[in-house]
Structure formats: C-alpha cells, structure tokens
C-alpha cells in the first residue's frame, strides 16, 4: 500500500461528500494506538531500567508501565519528560508528539524553544526545568 501524504488526506477530506466513506477509505493512514509501539521501540535502544527511567521522568513506575501499555496516555508535558529521561532526539520527541496528536515544539514559542534547546543539548530533565523557570516559563512538572 502506498503512503498517501498528510495534503493528499487533506484533499480526500475536503473532497468526498460521505464522512464514512472517507474514514474507511483511509483507515490505514490514521494514527491509532501508536504511541506504546513507539515508545518501546525507542525505550529498547536505551540503556535504562523501567525504574531509572520513571526516576528520570519524575513519575511513578505504575504511572510509566500504564503508559507502555497503552492503559494511559500521558500529557503532552509527561510525554516530554519522558522524552527528555529517555534522551530522544529533538526528531524522535516530534514524532511521538505528532503521533499522539500534540503540537509539536514550536520554536517560535519561548517555553517550547527552550525545551528544544535541552533535548538538542542532551540537558536532564531538572536542568530543562531549571531553564523554564528562569525563562519566566511553566516547568514540566
């Protein structure tokens, strides 16, 4: 099956009179429950224990094995600190906040710049934070 581009869904939407039609025609192109996949795809490559990491993202072990189970789905700001305690590039952490279906980060947004600038620079999570604040921003948590 070909790939169809996020403009040619755009078109197709835009285009076809029946809503059902379209949905059905083009179930395989949406994101659906992607997000555990993903993330113990990009978790596997890491050396890192469960626990280390939900230290890491500042969150509960119980908490984390609900969110690689797909039994939660963590903020767009739970799902940052999990990028920043897993060490994701800045285009692995684009891709998981695309699939989810959170806005990516926005450089033209002072408290997403400096999120960026931390996952780029390989910056902890308390080090992000510690920029946030003294940006005048909202930390992670």
């Known amino acids: 099956m ?3 581009s996020t403009g040619d869904l755009q078109q197709g939407l835009m285009e076809e009179p029946d809503l059902n039609t379209y949905l059905k025609k083009n179930r395989p192109f949406f994101f659906d429950g992607q997000l555990p996949q993903l993330l113990a795809e990009i978790y596997r490559r890491r050396h890192i224990s469960k626990a280390a990491l939900a230290r890491q993202a500042g969150m509960s072990e119980v908490y984390l094995h609900q969110v690689f189970s797909g039994r939660r789905v963590p903020s767009r700001d739970r799902l940052l600190c999990l990028c920043i305690a897993m060490g994701t590039t800045l285009e692995e952490t684009q891709q998981l906040l695309l699939r989810t279906a959170y806005a990516q980060l926005y450089p033209r947004l002072r408290r997403d710049a400096v999120i960026s600038h931390g996952l780029v620079h390989g910056k ?3 080090e992000i934070n510690e920029a946030l604040t003294a940006a005048g921003e909202k930390t992670l948590f």
């Open 2 to 4: 070909v790939e169809k």
């Open 124 to 126: 902890t999570l308390a």
